[in-house]
Structure formats: structure tokens, C-alpha cells
């Protein structure tokens, strides 16, 4: 569907190639509308890729004349996106200066918060994934940036009475998308400690606050369990007036392009891989216990996914066929000197698996911010492609779903994938007597053409010591 405005001879704006050998991308949602005026680079439309959502910025000025689809739906690659009549003039409002956010944008968008489109190099910002209609989105902003300064943190109204005026004094937050960050993951900018020159808060310290908890069991409180799943319908029981086997159908919903990419890759993993898998009950009270004590003063312990990933790392040294490929022919094994860590991550849009390169060369403290960081840039959208690749490994610590076991299907190119499950109280002998410990399943799925089982289960064998007796590994960590 396409809205037009006729006003003379227009430019064209194409889809460009959006990188990754990506060819259609959905549109998410339109930021103009026909017959407003645009400026070179100002965002016209949010669309959803394979990888993450992106603000399109427009290479052309002045006056939208059409807009080429509505939300929902898919636009090929080179595939017209908006039309633009040329400014008349140099006095035009389509050739002045850029607005405060516009200028706040390129701010931005030099600091490298988005991510490239290839074919023109304009940076996309942050998007959480919550949509606003594109009409009044400005009133939406303000309203909203409003409610973000006024609003009270839950320790001052615990601790002290405090006057309205206390509440909303000025915070230093001088870009919008910062704060259109923190408003999209739920923060009060209060609360959030700044590290930015003058003490402003920067894009790096809303991160940080919105992935305190976000490793270590976040994922299963983050969304609605009772909303449907991406690629499902939508469930408002309208219905379509189609039956199929004897069943009203309640709704159709095209795949997203994540999802499809997704259906790509783990339809190839099965089809091409004969996996086999090896599992084992790891009792995990001594890491458990030692995690508490690993809280640096004023500040929070290791996330457990950081633990049992520098557990892994420490056994690929010793087992690093696993953390190799395979050519595309199978004839050769391709060993490396070290481990680019992908880590499962679940989010509204689906499975994502955000990447640690070199991850083998890190400490505990640097895994644990580089997890934290990876986790909210995926669940917010804006996980640059770059991030996305290039895994020799996968981890997935689905017991933060709730779950204790998982059949996990090899994340292709990997050979391997270890899964963790909760670390729940179970009952334990220990020395003859039965007695309470916390106890998780360890699922290793592995590449059969690149080992055997013997191999795989050495490999267990030496991440279940390391989380059974955590004080061992600590000269090495």
C-alpha cells in the first residue's frame, strides 16, 4: 500500500542492502508522514531485519510525497521506500538547520551507537522494540521525557519525605535517545549513576543499569508468558472466516525476517549436522556459595552465566575441538587459537546469539560486563550485526526460563553447544548420607563427524569439576 501526495517530480528512496546478504527487511513502523518536511539523514521509518530493528535515515530533503507500504509489511532490498520533492530554496524549511534531536542523533550516531546500513554509512539508534504511532510521536516524547524527570525512584519515597521540587530536579541527560533508552527498558534516570563528562548520563550507563539482573534469570520475567509467541496469531479472536480441519482459524502472520533466519539456520544445523548429545546432574552448592563471597565491595557478585562460561573456556583448552568447524565440504577440521563465545539469548523478538569475541582472553569481571552489555543491546533491538557472528561455541543458560533440560539444536557453523539448567535444591548423597544440595543438568550437544563420545564426555567431565570444586580454577581465572 502505498499514500501519496502529487507535488511535481520526486526522488526516489530505494531500500538499501542492509548488509549480511539480507534482501527484504518488515517495516516496523513510519516516523513521517506524507507532506512533512525532512532533512538529509532524519530517521523516516523503523525496519525489522534478520539481525535487529533500525531507524532508516532518508538521503534526501525536503517534502515527503509517498509512502510505500504500512506497517507489517515486508520490503524487498532496492524496492521503493518514500518518495521526496527536491526544497525550492535555500530559505526552505526542508534546508534549515536540524532540530535539537535531529543534531542529538548525529551526536549519536558518531559515538557508534547504531547500527551501519551498508550503502550510505548512517547509524541507527537504540530502539527497545516498543512501537509509538507515528503520528504525534513528538508529543509522545515530550510527555514522556516529562514523566522520566518527575518521577520518584522507591528508595527516596521508602527513606525520606522529600518536596516535589526534590523530586524533579534536573537530571543531566542532554541527549533524547539516552533517554528514550532508559524510558523504553522501564528506568528512572534519578537512579541511574552517570559517568559522562559534567555528569551526564550516557548511553553506556543506561546499559549498565538495565542489565544488573539481567544474566542471571531476567529472561523469565521479561516478557508476559501469557502474550503468544513471535510468528503466532495475534489472538483477538476476530477470527479470518477460514476453517482448516474442521477449525476456525484465528489469525495469519507472516514470519518476521528474524524468524526466518532463525528457521534458516536451525533447519541447516539439523539437516547437515549428526548430533549427538551427552548430559550430566553437576552439583553446583560449593559454586554457589563461593559466587556470594565474589561481590566486590559496594557491588554485585558475578552473574552465574559468567562463572560457568569462564568454566568452559578454561575446558576448551583442553578439549578445543569443540570450539572448532568444519569446511563446507566436511573434509577439514578448522582449529583456532582461542573462543569467540556465543551466548543464547532470549527476547521478544526471538532467539538471539550476541557474540564475546576472544572471550578466552577475559576475566570473570570482564565476561560478566561484556554478558550483561550483550543482553540488554539484544532484548532492546539494537545489537549491531557485527555481534552476531562469528561464534566458534554456544552457550545457553536456558534454566533462567525456568526449565531444567533442553534437546538444543548446534547453533551452524559451531560444532557444539552446552546448555545449563536450573540450579534448583535437590536431594544429594554426599559421603553416605542424603542431604540437601543445589543441584543443575548439564546438556552438551555435539558435531559427531568432528568427535566421538569419548571425547565430549571428557570435555563434561572437566566443566562438572570446575563447578563442583570452584576454588581449583581460581589460579587460572
Not at 550516531?109 to 551501519?116: I, K, P, Q, T, W
Not at 530502539?127 to 503520528?135: D, F, K, L
Not at 529472561?219 to 502474550?227: P, S
Not at 539469548?345 to 578466552?360: C, S
Amino acid at each position: 500500500m502505498s499514500t501519496h501526495l502529487t507535488n511535481g517530480t520526486a526522488q526516489v528512496f530505494r531500500l538499501p542492502d542492509l548488509g549480511e546478504g539480507l534482501t527484504e527487511a518488515g517495516l516496523v513502523q513510519w516516523l513521517v508522514a506524507v507532506g512533512d518536511t525532512i532533512v538529509t539523514d532524519q530517521p523516516i521509518a523503523e525496519v525489522e531485519t534478520a539481525k535487529s530493528i533500525v531507524e532508516l535515515p532518508s538521503p534526501f530533503a525536503g517534502v515527503v510525497t509517498a509512502l510505500h507500504g504500512t506497517a507489517g509489511d515486508t520490503i524487498d532490498v532496492g524496492a521503493p521506500v518514500l518518495e521526496v520533492a527536491g526544497a525550492g530554496d535555500e530559505s526552505d524549511a526542508a534546508t534549515a538547520a536540524p532540530t535539537a534531536d535531529h543534531e542529538a542523533y548525529r551526536e549519536e550516531e558518531r559515538a557508534g551507537s547504531g547500527n551501519v546500513l551498508i550503502g550510505y554509512g548512517t547509524s541507527a539508534r537504540a530502539s527497545s522494540g516498543r512501537r509509538r504511532p507515528a503520528v504525534a510521536a513528538k508529543n509522545h516524547e515530550t510527555q514522556a521525557a516529562t514523566s522520566v524527570n518527575t518521577a520518584p525512584t522507591a528508595a527516596s519515597a521508602e527513606t525520606a519525605p522529600t518536596t516535589d521540587a526534590a523530586r524533579r530536579g534536573p537530571v543531566a541527560v542532554r541527549s533524547p535517545l539516552v533517554r528514550r533508552l532508559a524510558r523504553d527498558l522501564g528506568l528512572d534516570v534519578h537512579a541511574i549513576d552517570a559517568t559522562g563528562p559534567d555528569g551526564a548520563i550516557t548511553r553506556a550507563d543506561v546499559l549498565r543499569a538495565a542489565v544488573d539482573n539481567a544474566v542471571d534469570g531476567a529472561a523469565a520475567q521479561h516478557r508476559d508468558t501469557t502474550a503468544p509467541s513471535t510468528g503466532t496469531g495475534s489472538g483477538t479472536g476476530t477470527g479470518t472466516g477460514e476453517t482448516l480441519d474442521g477449525l476456525p482459524v484465528r489469525s495469519r502472520e507472516r514470519m518476521s525476517p528474524l524468524r526466518k533466519a532463525v528457521s534458516a539456520k536451525l533447519s541447516r544445523s539439523r539437516s547437515e549436522i549428526p548430533e549427538a548429545t551427552v548430559w550430566v546432574d553437576v552439583d553446583a552448592t560449593a559454586l554457589w556459595a563461593v559466587r556470594a563471597q565474589m561481590a566486590p565491595e559496594g557491588g554485585k557478585a558475578p552473574s552465574i552465566t559468567a562463572l560457568l562460561a569462564r568454566f568452559v573456556l578454561l575446558a576448551l583448552e583442553d578439549y578445543p575441538v569443540l570450539a572448532s568447524r568444519l569446511t563446507d565440504d566436511a573434509s577439514e577440521v578448522i582449529s583456532f587459537d582461542g573462543v569467540n563465545l556465543g551466548v543464547a539469548a532470549d527476547t521478544e523478538r526471538g532467539l538471539m546469539v550476541p557474540v564475546v569475541p576472544r572471550a578466552h582472553a577475559l576475566t570473570i569481571e570482564q565476561l560478566d560486563v561484556a554478558l550483561r552489555e550483550l543482553a540488554a543491546s539484544a532484548r532492546s533491538g539494537s545489537m549491531p550485526l557485527e555481534c552476531l557472528r562469528g561464534s566458534t561455541f554456544t552457550l545457553n543458560n536456558y534454566g533462567g526460563l525456568g526449565v531444567d533440560g533442553s534437546a538444543a539444536i548446534i547453533n551452524h557453523p559451531d560444532v557444539a553447544i552446552l546448555g545449563i539448567g536450573r540450579i534448583i535444591e535437590r536431594p544429594w548423597v554426599v559421603e553416605g548420607e542424603i542431604v540437601v544440595r543445589r543441584i543443575a543438568q548439564l546438556s552438551l550437544v555435539f558435531d559427531h563427524r568432528v568427535c566421538d563420545g569419548g571425547y565430549a564426555a571428557g570435555f563434561l567431565r572437566r566443566v562438572t569439576e570446575l563447578i563442583e570444586h570452584p576454588l581449583r580454577a581460581f589460579g587460572r581465572v
